[in-house]
């Protein structure tokens, strides 16, 4: 990212404002190209499949509300960026009348806030190297990337929040050539905006910490912990808190909670932590092969290391030395530039301290949560792109070598081939939007759907929604064996009011399926929908579940 400790008194190192005004039309010209450049191939890259990655459809929900509402703590502002954005393309004319046109515009903010993240990729990598072509190859290698390509191009909800973490970063970094101290406060409230865009993009505030507490450093290198350096951290910290109050504090309000206490409790809550939150060795055995998966289109039907060892031994075996090789590689390099660091310029250091912190922090959700969420891995990988590109350019001061040109230029060819994996995403159409239509023709307002996570399921639950719609397994996530209840709580009302109950898929599922997740991991028993089996004997359609599989629409007839 960028450095501390070049010279003694900060005002030494900076370039006098006349020069640098003169260099700002140079130093924005390639942020700017890149910007527009990754900009018009995301868009071209635009995938068809709204399932192509989790929670793509949530868009769906704002294109029938069309008012300002909120999602939970995970991503809580992604509707209100959704509605602001559909709302400024109207503005200019562009408006979509089908839930396609929708979620195509909408992929549009995201190829828009991924390309801006490069951008700023591209500037803080060349501040740490002082190279631009190796800042533009590690801006590919970082814009190609499985993970990162695939968000860039879809219209899931991280994108935008991993914009202003970056950028919250730059604005870190900023605060090396300006006395000022307004860069620091609104670097700790855009990271405050990114958390209540996405939750775990907050995990990357440590990188801008090390850059501020070290762009204090210089002047005290004779001390560890000075004033100077807790004041710029007390500063960071109000821009944290006033984002803390102004946007949570808005939302809060907004849903009626007024009281501090149930403030902050809101503030706090996660409610699918039962289920998935939690660490153990299997955890951190996935990491390097979530790594390699979000970096490298391979195994994409990837469900375990229990079904990776079981499948064929060529491909296996393939996969898991690609996965030692590629470990081996950021090992190596990170080796290098250990062996080298007494030779290391002290801006690179710190950057590259700076980028590990940032990597470290923000793996904590991966080692927690699950290792393969691609999500997840957005800011991981930026921070190792950039570790990687300051490594390489400490090699080549010294000399050209396999591993400083070869090497980097092999793993930059491999990330290139998602481009293929990209455009046949953008060439296939899926049924899923149509076949949720004719789904929605069946089922009226009075009655209640019953699902599990299939694709028509979810998409009617946010692009239709004029009936309600019950998730069993999101139910079963947060309540658990109580989720049973539930049901049948809805079910009764339902049948009451006069309205038709409807399942679809989950009660075909078959039991090792659901003892895999419902059973084992939520703790509900497959006995307990036998007798949603038995009276759900009538089945009303069949749909289409996506390109390969089929899924029937049960109607329960209760007993009188």
Known sequence: MTLADTTAEKGSSLKDDNAEHRQKPGNMFLPSMLFLAFTLIFACLRSRDIFGVDGAFRCLEVYWRQSIFFHDNNHMLYPVNVLAWSRLLRVLGFTADTRQGFYSLVEMLNCFAAAASLAIVFCLTKLAT???RLALCVSAGLGFSKAFLLHATNSAEPMVAVFWSFLAVCLAALSFKTERKWPIIASGFLFVLAMATY??????APAAIVIIWAGQARGHSQSFFHRAQVAVLCQFALGALVGCLSIYGWVFSRLGINRPNEMLRHFFAQEDTRVYLGAGT?????LPLGLVRNILPVQSNFTGIRNLLAGPRLSTGLFLFLVAAVCAFFV????????KWNRMPPFAQTSFIAAGAGFLFSIIPLALWSPHYDKLWLQP??????LLGISISVMVSEGKTVLSSVLPALLLCGVLSNVIWALSSQSTETSDLSETERLSHIVDTNDLLVGEWDRLTTLYGYGWAEAPVFSFPSEAVVHGPDSVKLLQERVTKTHKAGGKIY???LLDLPRPVWDSFLGSRCGVPYSEMDFYRAHSTVR???????????????RLDLPK
């Open 130 to 132: 002082g190279s631009p």
């Open 381 to 386: 990988l930026a921070c190792l792109a950039v």
């Open 540 to 554: 009303v359609a069949k749909f289409r579940n996506g390109p390969e599989s089929v899924i029937e629409l049960r």
């Open 282 to 286: 299997g955890k951190l055995l996935n």
């Open 199 to 204: 939750r775990s993009t907050i995990f990357l």
């Open 503 to 505: 399942f679809l898929a």
């Open 332 to 339: 190596i390099y990170a080796a290098q530039v250990f062996q």
